[in-house]
């Protein structure tokens, strides 16, 4: 599971600038307030990844795992998860066109992304093999979700360089990087959704685990028959809605 989250926020500069920076506030959100368990040495040293403690007993077997996963996880219905929160900066440049109309473009820009992976972490007594497997492919997911906002990164610096507003409104320089500002906050909040669209493709992922019982499919309660003919000598019950 992934989020991308981005925040607006102004930055003012002079205003006799040339080409000024109007940059979104940089501070991602949606920071995790979980205390986290301490790192398993394999992944220790992944910058980004952060681990929370699975509860089973530590001879659990994969069928418990499972069940406490299930059950436990912060984000459940999924084992792990993967954040990516994207900022940008953009600078714009205006021309004034001889039917008094602005044409404002952007001459510089800069598009980051901080990524963050939670992982469940466990020392295993029985099924280490297992868990150790099941871990390892849980990982290989979350770095598709990463490589999902790697991809996404290139495709917001190309639209930024790409981009291009038209004011038939503005009376000046700075109305018309005013108005490209508003439109181009809008049109970045579409492309963050474009990306939360492409991570969400990836899940649900279940976990394996060998070794697990597979899960029990819940049996449907019977109901009589409304158009059943009761045995003899019998009644029959009303139906409650």
Known sequence: MALAEHHHG??????????????PGRTPQGVLALQR??????VAGLLGVQRYAVGAAADSDATAVLAWLAANSPYAPEA???????????????????????????????VTVAKS??????????????????????????ARHE??????????KARLAA??????????????????????DEKWATW???????????????????????????VAPVTPDADAAPESGETPSPIEE
């Open 147 to 156: 490589g999902v906002a790697d991809t996404w990164k290139a495709t917001l």
């Open 192 to 218: 963050i959704e474009e990306h939360q669209k492409a991570q969400e493709k990836l899940d649900p992922y279940a976990v394996v685990i060998a070794g697990a019982a597979a899960p029990v499919a819940p």
């Open 163 to 184: 981009y291009t507003f038209t004011s038939t409104t503005a009376t000046s320089w700075d109305d018309a990087t005013a108005e490209a500002g508003v439109d181009l």
């Open 80 to 110: 792990a998860h993967t954040q990516a929160a994207f900022s940008m900066t953009r600078t714009f440049d205006a021309k004034e066109a001889k039917d008094k109309s602005w044409t404002v473009k952007v001459t510089a820009s800069t």
């Open 117 to 142: 992976v939670d992982m469940p972490t466990w020392a295993p007594t029985k099924i280490k093999k297992e868990w150790t497997a099941a871990h390892t492919a849980l990982r290989a997911h979350e």
């Open 37 to 42: 368990a301490a790192g398993n040495g394999a």
């Open 10 to 23: 102004a930055e003012h500069e002079r205003p006799d600038a040339y080409a000024r920076e109007t940059t």
